[in-house]
């Protein structure tokens, strides 16, 4: 297949993955995300062959900046819906300089008002325990970077919050008289109805100050003023993302890149590390994770940082809906008061753990999730607080208990922190088919970074080598053989899977010989040894002869790995020394016994 023919058929794959719209708030978009193979030559920046092509077919577009990965927005004269970009899409699949090309979509915060309290700090058996968490952490050193639509200068958060970055490069949705700037106070994202293009919203709607409320969940102080945030002593990087409308994938991209440490062209650098990147937003349009999300997301895990979503709000598919269906993110679903799955949230396979989000009801003021806010309809006004509803609201419990771990443990990794959350969840109240491995338990997540508590199931896995004679014997054609057993021993509690010994010889030896233990497969090119499953209190044997011409003692080894097993692995690498001792026993042996006969 050549590269067009593979790049036109990637493109109908990915045109195909965006599937239907999503309900019919699906905002339009005036932009692609546009990443060619090689490098653009400068004179190209202006007007290069792929959109030369779109202005013969009647789209009028301009190159604007270039993302850290590579890839640059394209501005098209107009806004359009899906099918419209998707016809855009199309004719760009027939340029095989392009690497890939996306919409560069508007996503939207997850949320619906209401008044509340924080019952979800440590409900029984239904909150996310966090008041017995800050026995062993308050989020002291730790920054969570809050991706929204900016904060608010709220007096429950003033101590806690850091300087940030509004990152929004559009005049209008930025609502604030300019692009981007240092500034990241959120002006209102209130729009009157149609102003979004589309017919879209059908009417007038409210700002929703979200990223305040967010922050307040994550990281509000423990001031006696009003609500306290799951790690009270932690920081917010407030980076402003949504405005109007709704947000750019393009301008969330930049931020993600920015706030894990990376450059990102006409912005100065952040000075400030953070430890967790909350992303309580989503996409309005269905489909797969794009390239654009998931090279950032990337690489702020390999910076070390611990990048969080919400699942989404329609009540469908999360492998629909971006950036929660990114790989390398903690997807959150949400459950309610009573630790229920919540009626709104997404469910799926690319959840990884659900908290609480709450659910409004009528005449239910307590059942939200309570968190700093604005009166403000349009701009801002008086500061209150109010119950929100949604997985926007479970996604900074998470990212705030990111924080919690990073504070006591600087440097566990991303990789470790969400085992722990996942391996510590809490049963569901009912059943809450796909919604991760279960409810945020923060105290038992800290606890197990900190080594204070091991996975339910353990097995203790121990190799031992154990000389079956042991010695060099001579075989009388210059070479001799040394045979040893190696034994495997699970001493529980529980059972043992997916094991491998490995066997490691000296440089001068050959492997003659190797019997598996029952149920083992074994390769004699790697002399590794795998079988499915132990027991607790069982063992498992295997013999092995090696060839050498080396009469003296050498050093073997052998190692066990296995799933489920227990921290404390000083058992399970073993070296022995074999061989020496016996040379010429071989050729005597024989001649006495044919002596007695």
Request: with cysteine; glycine share 10%; proline share 5%.
């Given at each position: 297949m050549g590269l067009r023919s593979r790049f036109m058929l990637e493109v109908s794959i990915l045109l195909a993955s965006w599937g239907a719209l999503g309900a019919d708030t699906q905002m339009p978009t005036d932009r692609l995300i546009i990443k060619f193979k090689d490098t653009l030559p400068a004179l190209e920046r202006a007007n290069p062959r792929a959109l030369q092509r779109l202005a013969q077919l009647g789209v009028a577009a301009r190159m604007g900046r270039r993302l850290p990965n590579g890839a640059y927005v394209v501005e098209m004269s107009e806004s359009r819906r899906q099918n419209g970009w998707l016809d855009v899409m199309h004719q760009l699949s027939f340029e095989s300089d392009i690497a890939y090309v996306e919409p560069d979509l508007k996503m939207m915060p997850d949320a619906d008002p209401y008044f509340g309290h924080q019952w979800y700090l440590n409900y029984p058996n239904r909150?996310?325990?966090?008041?017995?968490?800050?026995?062993?952490?308050?989020?002291?050193?730790?920054?969570?970077?809050?991706?929204?639509?900016g904060i608010l200068p709220h007096p429950d958060l003033l101590s806690n919050t850091l300087p940030g970055y509004d990152f929004i490069s559009d005049s209008f949705t930025a609502n604030d008289g300019g692009g981007r700037d240092n500034n990241a106070a959120d002006p209102g994202d209130g729009v009157i109805a149609g102003a979004c293009g589309g017919g879209q919203p059908e009417e007038d709607r409210k700002s929703t100050?979200?990223?305040?409320?967010?922050?307040?969940?994550?990281?509000?102080?423990?001031?006696?003023?009003?609500?306290?945030?799951?790690?009270?002593?932690?920081?917010?990087?407030?980076l402003r993302v949504l405005g109007r409308c709704g947000g750019y994938t393009s301008d969330i991209v930049d931020a993600i890149y920015w706030a894990a440490g990376y450059s990102v062209a006409g912005v100065a650098n952040n000075s400030t590390a953070v430890d967790a990147i909350n992303l309580s937003l989503s996409s309005t349009a269905t489909g797969a994770c794009g390239q654009a999300y998931s090279d950032a997301i990337t690489a702020a895990v390999n910076a070390g940082v611990t990048v969080v979503t919400s699942a989404g709000n329609k009540a469908a598919n999360a492998a629909d809906y971006a950036p929660g269906n990114c790989a390398g993110v903690i997807n959150v679903a949400a459950v309610d008061r009573y630790g229920y799955q919540a009626p709104y949230t997404n469910t799926g396979a690319v959840v990884d753990v659900a908290a609480a989000g709450g659910r409004i009801v009528a005449g239910d003021i307590i059942s939200g999730i309570w968190s700093t806010l604005n009166a403000g309809q349009f701009a801002p006004g008086e500061h209150n607080y109010v119950a929100y509803q949604g997985t926007s609201m479970a996604a900074p419990q998470v990212a705030a208990t990111v924080a919690l771990m990073r504070s006591v443990v600087p440097d566990a990794t991303p990789e470790a922190m969400e085992v722990a959350i996942k391996d510590t969840a809490a049963d569901f109240t009912s059943p809450c088919v796909g919604c991760g491995s279960g409810r945020l338990d923060a105290e038992e997540a800290v606890k197990r970074v900190l080594g204070l508590t091991v996975p339910n199931a353990v097995a203790d896995l121990k190799v031992v080598l154990q000389g079956d004679n042991g010695k060099f014997i001579d075989a009388g054609d210059g070479t001799g053989t040394i045979q040893y057993k190696v034994i495997v021993t699970n001493n529980g509690p529980d059972l043992a899977s997916d094991l491998t010994v490995s066997n490691i010889f000296p440089s001068q030896v050959t492997l003659d010989y190797l019997q598996p233990a029952v149920g083992a497969i074994c390769n004699i090119s790697t002399y590794a040894c795998s079988w499915a499953e132990q027991p607790a209190g069982e063992s498992r044997t295997f013999t092995i002869r090696v060839r050498t011409s080396n009469e003296d003692k050498m050093d073997f080894a052998a190692a066990i790995d296995g799933a489920d097993t227990d921290p404390n692995t000083a058992d399970n690498y073993v070296t022995r020394k074999f061989g020496g001792g016996m040379a010429g026993l071989l050729l005597l042996l024989p001649t006495l016994l044919w002596r007695r006969r």
């Amino acid at each position: 297949m050549g590269l067009r023919s593979r790049f036109m058929l990637e493109v109908s794959i990915l045109l195909a993955s965006w599937g239907a719209l999503g309900a019919d708030t699906q905002m339009p978009t005036d932009r692609l995300i546009i990443k060619f193979k090689d490098t653009l030559p400068a004179l190209e920046r202006a007007n290069p062959r792929a959109l030369q092509r779109l202005a013969q077919l009647g789209v009028a577009a301009r190159m604007g900046r270039r993302l850290p990965n590579g890839a640059y927005v394209v501005e098209m004269s107009e806004s359009r819906r899906q099918n419209g970009w998707l016809d855009v899409m199309h004719q760009l699949s027939f340029e095989s300089d392009i690497a890939y090309v996306e919409p560069d979509l508007k996503m939207m915060p997850d949320a619906d008002p209401y008044f509340g309290h924080q019952w979800y700090l440590n409900y029984p058996n239904r909150g996310v325990n966090a008041e017995r968490a800050w026995q062993y952490s308050t989020g002291l050193g730790a920054v969570v970077a809050v991706l929204d639509t900016g904060i608010l200068p709220h007096p429950d958060l003033l101590s806690n919050t850091l300087p940030g970055y509004d990152f929004i490069s559009d005049s209008f949705t930025a609502n604030d008289g300019g692009g981007r700037d240092n500034n990241a106070a959120d002006p209102g994202d209130g729009v009157i109805a149609g102003a979004c293009g589309g017919g879209q919203p059908e009417e007038d709607r409210k700002s929703t100050w979200h990223g305040t409320h967010v922050a307040g969940i994550a990281v509000a102080p423990m001031n006696g003023i009003g609500v306290v945030g799951v790690a009270h002593q932690a920081k917010v990087l407030p980076l402003r993302v949504l405005g109007r409308c709704g947000g750019y994938t393009s301008d969330i991209v930049d931020a993600i890149y920015w706030a894990a440490g990376y450059s990102v062209a006409g912005v100065a650098n952040n000075s400030t590390a953070v430890d967790a990147i909350n992303l309580s937003l989503s996409s309005t349009a269905t489909g797969a994770c794009g390239q654009a999300y998931s090279d950032a997301i990337t690489a702020a895990v390999n910076a070390g940082v611990t990048v969080v979503t919400s699942a989404g709000n329609k009540a469908a598919n999360a492998a629909d809906y971006a950036p929660g269906n990114c790989a390398g993110v903690i997807n959150v679903a949400a459950v309610d008061r009573y630790g229920y799955q919540a009626p709104y949230t997404n469910t799926g396979a690319v959840v990884d753990v659900a908290a609480a989000g709450g659910r409004i009801v009528a005449g239910d003021i307590i059942s939200g999730i309570w968190s700093t806010l604005n009166a403000g309809q349009f701009a801002p006004g008086e500061h209150n607080y109010v119950a929100y509803q949604g997985t926007s609201m479970a996604a900074p419990q998470v990212a705030a208990t990111v924080a919690l771990m990073r504070s006591v443990v600087p440097d566990a990794t991303p990789e470790a922190m969400e085992v722990a959350i996942k391996d510590t969840a809490a049963d569901f109240t009912s059943p809450c088919v796909g919604c991760g491995s279960g409810r945020l338990d923060a105290e038992e997540a800290v606890k197990r970074v900190l080594g204070l508590t091991v996975p339910n199931a353990v097995a203790d896995l121990k190799v031992v080598l154990q000389g079956d004679n042991g010695k060099f014997i001579d075989a009388g054609d210059g070479t001799g053989t040394i045979q040893y057993k190696v034994i495997v021993t699970n001493n529980g509690p529980d059972l043992a899977s997916d094991l491998t010994v490995s066997n490691i010889f000296p440089s001068q030896v050959t492997l003659d010989y190797l019997q598996p233990a029952v149920g083992a497969i074994c390769n004699i090119s790697t002399y590794a040894c795998s079988w499915a499953e132990q027991p607790a209190g069982e063992s498992r044997t295997f013999t092995i002869r090696v060839r050498t011409s080396n009469e003296d003692k050498m050093d073997f080894a052998a190692a066990i790995d296995g799933a489920d097993t227990d921290p404390n692995t000083a058992d399970n690498y073993v070296t022995r020394k074999f061989g020496g001792g016996m040379a010429g026993l071989l050729l005597l042996l024989p001649t006495l016994l044919w002596r007695r006969r």
